[in-house]
């Protein structure tokens, strides 16, 4: 066995693994033999995870192997609840979890790296080697995911310009290599041969959907890996089943898989991955058993009898399985991403995904559903699948406005606003996420309503029009993108620009932010702007505006602005979910966390999940709001022990007539005992 690094935990045995955390009740039903041990620890020296081409599957230790795993996101749920989340999954009969890695959650600036707290992928894996779990990682560099441009950095902010992925801009090639450096050392111990419990790692993502087709750049990730992780261990591509797609995302030395939900044909998806490897394991590595929504469009959902029926016709073939998403969670902050459809569609901070697991981590129908299908293939773990967590309704609770936020600029722009004649971008100021205020002045009467407008495609992605500080109205990427202002010469002129996410999917994956193009009055482009850089997210995390001085505000006006509150909690912290009722589109923070957007006007979301963990015992709990259009005349919160979404639209009950039984001889003439 290769010595370990201090951090790292040498793979003990389930019951040692479970005791030494503390689940001894857990760790006497395996010492019992009560409970299934997921597997049973090998010598080191026989520990192997190989691609079996003889008999269509993989093997273990040398012993037939196929996997049935779920994703989950460490990204996406409270670290709090990591261990929570990765129980239930070992317990819903899951041996292996698929896990991403967002470059971007990682190296904030360029070399500026953080894996603490939330972001602390190796505390994640040690919890998954601790629960007997396998991982399949997919550390990308680009992993789509609907999370922020996929997890790369935005162009411009990082001196090597994305587009991510790319087709070989040296530059490109060396930010992810040297990002590579630093990740992949941590995962090499971590690796089955070497004693850890990763069994295989993907080398891009679905790269055939994206238009360069480049093998250069492929074979250029695949030395990058091999050099870091040694050449024992399993690396594999992903891509849709569509020739084009597994043509130029599969490469030689890299191990192709598809992907496909339960609305596919199963014969034909695994059909299309024999034409590109006519041996070895089948692997469907994303089994769709929801679907991501957008703001705007009807919550997803997906029958549980439907993702069953689907997840045993690919069982009965021997396949190796993983189900996209588990468990969902939540786009925390700014880390949602978004699509472009005919139209830029951004994805909503809730991740449910009408995954077996909610957004709040309890089981569902489809997750029973799920087990049982499991169940008829391989032993379940004994033990009881914990109940849903308690929730918790707090009530009603009133805010009251703190500021207008045109009048908290020098606290949220400490160093000040950067002059320019024309607009410039969020990239070129270095300002990744969130949001930016461009400011001027009318340079002339405007006595009759005149058009203030901007090109097509350069609002990215919202912009909130203030004229004297009067909110005026909303101008929308791909919406509404012009507005009628009447003034005097020298009146101020204010836009918010909001970043709403950048693409994730697809070929045009550098989605610059602010404003990309000159704004107009009559044509005539403005100029002279001076751009505030805004840093909300540094001062509510040091307390304000609680911590600070009550403002005067103007009450009655409606625009961008601040609204606080506090409220607490009877004896325990439990989750709960809250509602803004007449509410526009805003934030939420509670004790300095990012809860992410709300947008109660577009739906379907109308709650925010609240972990337990971010709220306090005690003491007041402070909440900011910051509400972008319009807050209601008696602003108040309600919180709520549900969810709610507004519009749901229900995935196919045609279940039985689309699914048919695929004969086991459709792919390889010995299926054995995989
Ligand atoms: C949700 O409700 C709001 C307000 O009634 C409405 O404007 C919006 O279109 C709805 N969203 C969906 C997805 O149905
Ligand atoms: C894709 O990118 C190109 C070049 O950057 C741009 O001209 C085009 O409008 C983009 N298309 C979409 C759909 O965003
Ligand atoms: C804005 O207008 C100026 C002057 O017409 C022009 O030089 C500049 O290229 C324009 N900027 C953009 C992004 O279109
Ligand atoms: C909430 O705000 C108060 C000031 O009003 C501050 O003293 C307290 O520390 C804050 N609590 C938390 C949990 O941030
Ligand atoms: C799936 O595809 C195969 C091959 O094209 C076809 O024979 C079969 O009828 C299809 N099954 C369903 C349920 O559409």
Redesign the pocket.
């Known amino acids: 066995m290769v010595v370990a690094t201090s951090s790292f935990v040498p793979y003990p045995g389930p019951a040692e693994r479970l005791a030494r955390k503390g689940l001894q009740a857990l760790a006497l039903l395996l010492a019992a033999g009560l409970l299934s041990a997921p597997f049973l620890q090998a010598s080191p020296s026989a520990r192997s995870f190989q691609l079996d081409y003889e008999h269509n599957c993989f093997r273990k230790d040398g012993a037939p192997f196929r996997y049935i795993s779920g994703s989950i996101h460490y990204a996406r749920v409270p670290r709090p609840a990591w261990r929570d989340r990765l129980l239930k999954m070992y317990l819903s009969g899951l041996s292996t979890v698929q896990v991403y890695v967002p470059w971007n959650y990682h190296e904030t600036l360029p070399g500026v790296y953080d894996f603490t707290g939330n972001r602390d992928v190796e505390a994640f894996l040690d919890l998954t080697a601790e629960l007997g779990l396998l991982v399949i990682l997919r550390p990308g560099p680009y992993i789509c995911a609907e999370w922020e441009m996929a997890g790369c950095r935005p162009a411009g902010v990082d001196a090597a310009a994305s587009p991510c992925p790319a087709s070989v801009p040296p530059a490109y090639l060396a930010a992810v290599d040297s990002w590579l450096h630093v990740l992949l050392p941590k995962i090499r111990p971590r690796l089955y041969q070497q004693g850890g419990n990763i069994i295989s790692v993907q080398v891009e993502n679905e790269y055939g959907s994206y238009y360069a087709c480049d093998y250069g750049y492929l074979r250029h990730l695949l030395g990058s890996f091999r050099a870091l992780l040694g050449s024992e261990v399993l690396l594999f591509t992903t891509d849709s089943a569509g020739a084009q797609e597994l043509r130029c995302g599969t490469l030689q030395g890299l191990y192709a898989t598809v992907d496909f939900g339960p609305g596919s044909n199963v014969t034909e998806a695994f059909g299309a991955l024999r034409r590109v490897e006519p041996k070895g394991p089948l692997v469907n590595s994303e089994y769709y058993t929801g679907w991501l929504d957008y703001w705007g469009e009807a919550h997803a959902s997906t029958s549980a009898a439907w993702v069953a029926r689907g997840l045993e016709d690919m069982l009965q073939l021997g396949a190796s399985i993983n189900m996209y998403m588990f468990h969902g969670g939540t786009n925390f902050a700014y880390w949602s991403g978004a699509d ?1 459809k005919d139209q ?1 569609k951004p994805v909503t901070t809730s991740y449910d995904y009408d995954a077996p697991l909610s957004e709040a981590g309890d089981p569902t129908e489809k997750l029973f559903a799920i087990r049982t299908v499991i169940s008829k293939f391989q032993p379940l773990p004994v033990g009881p699948m914990p109940p849903a967590t308690p929730k918790y309704a707090y009530g009603w609770v009133a805010l009251r406005k703190y500021a207008d936020l045109l009048d908290v600029l020098d606290v949220l722009c400490p160093s000040g606003p950067i002059q320019s004649q024309f607009p410039l971008t969020f990239e070129a100021l270095k300002q990744a996420y969130g949001f930016m205020v461009y400011h001027t002045q009318l340079p002339w009467d405007v006595p009759d309503p005149a058009t203030l407008g901007a090109p097509p ?1 350069s609002i990215c992605d919202r912009g909130y029009v203030m004229l004297q500080k009067e909110y005026q109205g909303t101008l929308e990427r791909d919406g509404q993108t012009t507005l009628h202002v009447t003034g005097r010469g020298g009146d101020t002129l204010d836009i918010l620009l909001e970043n709403m996410g950048r ?1 994730s999917f ?3 994956t ?2 610059f932010k602010g404003l990309l193009g000159n704004l107009s009055l009559n044509s005539r482009p403005l100029s002279n702007w001076q751009i505030y850089p805004l840093a909300i997210d540094t001062a509510v995390q040091q307390g304000w505006p609680q911590a600070a001085l009550p403002k005067s505000s103007s009450a009655g006006r409606v625009g961008p602005a601040f609204y606080t509150g506090t409220f607490e909690t009877p004896g325990i912290a439990w989750d709960t979910f809250v509602k803004f009722p007449g509410w526009s589109k805003g934030l939420l923070w509670i004790n300095g966390f990012n809860l992410g957007r709300y947008w109660s006007r577009r739906g379907p979301q109308q709650t925010l999940f609240v972990p337990g963990s971010v709220l306090h015992v005690g003491r007041p709990n402070n909440i900011t709001v910051l509400e972008l259009e319009e807050a209601p005349p008696s602003p108040l919160l309600l919180f709520l022990d549900q969810p709610l979404y507004n519009r749901t639209l229900g995935r196919s009950t045609m279940a039985t007539e689309k699914v048919a039984q695929v004969p086991a001889q459709t792919f390889g003439d010995r299926w054995g005992p995989c």
């Open positions: 472009y830029y495609h693409i697809g070929a045009n550098s989605d």
